[in-house]
């Protein structure tokens, strides 16, 4: 948050409480609450004044924004990163950078990861592709199925399905 940011926050909140603010204010507060993001210290203040009558301080500021950095971090799940496992140092500072992002209220998720690939597929998938069995259509699934519960009914009733014409006639 740059001097000027600090400046608005002061300016939203005596919006609220009527303070007077001059540079020494904005000084002291940029201080206190300049590593926060502006739109987070922002929001933190709407919250508060939502709340609360009493004038808000820059520590006010600090615990709306850890709470709701928390929040976010409690709805996302970390996905690993991709750099080499092996290589702790590296793998820590991907991790957290990762979470910093969530916790900024940023998106890391990845649909299916790996880079996109420019052209056909390669030919070993291709020739799996071709040698897997076809589905069977609409109307040979409904075909099989027919067959099959004419002889589920056969097999319990086998007279029943063969009926002969009787050539005696009625009596």
Known sequence: MTIEEAIDILKTAAAYDQRTIGKTDAVAWHAVIGDLPFADAQQAVFAYYAESRERIMPADVRSRVKAMRRDRLAREVVPAPEVDPDSPQSYRTALAAMIRKLGDGLSVRRAIGGPVREGPPPEAFTAALE?????????????????????????????????????????
């Open 131 to 171: 040698a897997m069995p076809k589905p069977p259509t609409k109307q040979e699934l409904a075909a099989q199925q027919a067959a099959e519960s004419r002889a589920g009914r056969e097999a319990l009733n086998p007279a029943a399905d063969r009926k002969e014409p009787d050539d005696a006639g009625p009596e």
